[in-house]
């Protein structure tokens, strides 16, 4: 009875100690995170809340904050977020299992496409920017419109998802295409009937990740002419305009109510992404399997 | 897999989803009670005929608004004329101006002789130049500030010549400030407000001290002013209008007394050298076309209604028939 405690005593003081401070360590990490998340959102929320409302829905903005809405803005992400799947999922997830499943990685040139893809993700958005200036706006005459906006976003958050979408296949284990295998199934069929289905919650991941990040993005879309004014709603080769535009302009605006305005923008800009981002978490709850 | 999002977090996320659609019931307060009747009181003129097109226009974020103001209350009149209004900034416009890419520029200074002129001229882009509002850019100090009340625009220049010294308000030449360290803040490099102030203060385009913080933002700045007793900055006169509770407004003196930026001095041009013109470049190839042409009619018949809309400082009824004039010789009427 007397030898117990001595032993757990001496492991505490070290230990304990040592735990303890860890523990401490985590906590602090995720308290800064949510203190200045809980802040932002409340802030944005007590000065957007009476602003947001069916004018900020439907109508095209205004000089004067009374009747200013966002409805352009609005509809132009949701399109371009819309395009942005279309175009980002389909050619990621194509990389990756081209990267996964077919190359080679004895070649140089395989080995080469990884390591570019990888720094890719690293670019500064305004770079791609003036890479959609160049080669989308001016060199292929697209001219300033929506779909040369949401084309630099994909190239913009392509590199996000083949790399979470190669994770995501690789996690599918070996032993599931192996016995594929063994049964007689080819490479197309294995890939299709067992690979695919089982990485898509991964996937799913992936693509929240990159629609997280391009919904936020101006710098790039100003350069490929999203404007600041747009009164009527956006058609894939017309002019354009996207809420965090919307948002930076009404920011720069000398008058009060139009900050006001603004955080009623960042509200339904919240809103966008977390429809988006509910309907990949359903798709990943419905495809989530077990090992 | 790490982290999952289980069920349960769907449906916080579907609440607090449910949450922001909810609160938007709650309306604005005073719902569009001064829009409607400046919007109400714009002249129609000019028959009834419905036009279609769209028009192009980019430039300067000062004159944006005006901008955007006029096309707003167009656009009640000729719904089917689709303006657009970008901000580049005065640079920025021009590059695409005369590049042919728009139809109209807006700026906050005027063209440039020496590097935009030949660029237009040769991609063959032919313009006419309007004024449309006034500007008082507004030299700003904190409002705890009670010892800058007038500065000259020589005290000016010391201050923001390029390589100036003066940290300390008591080091202000002819001053006789007390020892408060100052802290200066105004528009980047990219700013027509910059171009302006850098050329009527310190002689040259551009040409300034560069440790101050600079922004694009002229909230940024009036923040910075703001928030500290030392502080002095310059910004357009509608950031000072707004921000009178914070701020305090430097009288300016160009060698005949001290004068106040207001509406009166900047329209009478009393407040110099600081009052500018704010200015509208339209294609001449642009004008041929009917909605572009209705559109400049528009924007200068209801100079007034739209400065007040967009709260600028309106030209006088003088400047406004002179432009006027300029329209109809340039439309050939």
């Known amino acids: 009875m007397t030898a117990v405690p001595a032993i ?96 080679d990685r004895d070649r140089w040139y395989n080995r080469l496409l990884e390591i570019n893809i990888q720094n890719l993700a690293a670019v500064p958005s305004i770079v791609y920017g003036i890479l959609g200036l160049a080669f989308l706006v001016r060199g292929l005459g697209l001219g300033r419109v929506l779909l040369a906006g949401a084309m630099i976003l994909t190239l913009l958050v392509l590199p996000i998802v083949i790399v979470s979408s190669r994770e995501a296949i690789r996690a599918v284990p070996d032993s599931i295409s192996q016995g594929a295998y063994a049964l007689g199934a080819t490479q197309w069929q294995v890939i299709s009937r067992q690979v695919l289905p089982a990485a898509i919650p991964g996937i799913a991941t992936g693509s929240i990740l990159a629609l997280a990040r391009a919904i936020g993005e101006t710098a790039p879309l100003l350069l490929v002419g999203a404007l600041t004014y747009v009164a009527i709603d956006p058609t894939i080769l017309g002019q354009f305009t996207a809420l965090p535009i919307q948002i930076f302009q009404w920011i720069a605006r000398p008058q009060g109510d139009f900050k006001l305005l603004a955080a009623a923008g960042i509200i339904v800009l919240l809103a966008i992404l977390l429809v988006m981002n509910a309907g990949a978490i359903w798709l990943r709850n419905r495809y989530q399997r077990r090992w | ?51 279609s097109g769209d028009i192009e226009a980019d430039g300067s974020s000062t004159v944006g608004p005006l ?30 101006f005369c590049a042919g890419e728009t139809d109209i520029s807006d700026a906050s200074r005027p063209i440039k002789d020496d590097e935009e002129v030949p660029i237009c001229e040769e ?84 040409a300034s001290r560069s440790d101050y913080t600079a922004s694009e933002d002229d909230n940024v700045i009036v923040q910075a002013v703001a928030g500290e007793k030392g502080a002095l900055g310059y ?51 642009s004008l041929e076309r009917p909605e572009v042409k209705e559109f400049m009619r528009f924007y200068l018949e209801n100079l007034d209604t739209i400065a007040e809309t967009a709260q600028f400082i309106p030209l006088t009824e003088e400047q406004t028939a002179e432009q006027m004039t300029k329209y109809d010789e340039a439309v050939g009427s």
């Open chain 2, 67 to 96: 901008t955007t103001a006029a096309a707003e209350l167009f656009r009640e009149e000729q719904s089917g004329v689709n303006v657009t209004v970008g901000t580049s900034g005065t640079g920025g416009g021009f590059e695409r």
């Open chain 2, 235 to 285: 910004f357009g006169y509608t950031y000072y209008e707004e921000n009178q509770d914070t701020l305090k407004a430097v009288e300016v003196d160009s060698g005949d007394g001290c004068v106040a930026p207001s509406v009166e001095t900047a329209q009478a041009g009393e407040y110099t050298p600081l009052a500018r013109p704010l200015f509208v470049y339209v294609k001449k190839e």
């Open chain 2, 123 to 206: 991609k063959g882009v032919e313009y006419i130049e309007f004024e449309v509002a006034v500007d008082a850019l507004t030299i700003a100090v904190n409002s705890e500030n009670d010892w800058a009340t007038c500065l000259t625009t020589e005290q000016l220049n010391a201050i923001w010549e390029p390589g100036s010294k003066i940290k300390n308000w008591k080091d202000v030449p002819g001053g006789d400030f007390p020892d408060e360290s100052m802290s200066l803040a105004g528009p980047g490099t990219d700013s027509g407000t910059f171009d302006y102030f850098t050329d009527e203060i310190n002689g040259e385009e551009g």
């Open chain 1, 8 to 103: 757990l005593g001496r492991r505490s003081t070290g230990e304990r100690v040592r735990g303890g401070a860890f523990y401490g360590l985590l906590v602090f990490s995720i308290t800064v995170g949510f203190v200045l998340l809980g802040t932002l959102l409340i802030d944005v929320f007590r000065k957007g809340i009476p602003f947001l409302d069916t004018v900020l829905l439907t109508e095209p903005p205004s000089a004067t904050p009374e009747k200013a809405g966002a409805r352009p803005a609005i509809l132009g992400t949701i399109y371009m977020m819309g395009l942005l799947l279309l175009m980002a999922v389909p050619v990621g997830v194509g990389t990756a299992l081209y990267l996964e499943e077919y190359a």
């Open chain 2, 1 to 51: 897999m790490g982290f999952r999002l289980t069920p349960r977090l769907v449906l916080l996320a579907l609440l607090v989803t449910l949450v922001a659609t909810l609160a938007a019931g709650c309306g604005r307060d005073d719902e569009s009670d001064g829009a409607n009747t400046a919007a109400s009181e714009t002249d129609t003129g000019g028959g009834g005929e419905e036009l």
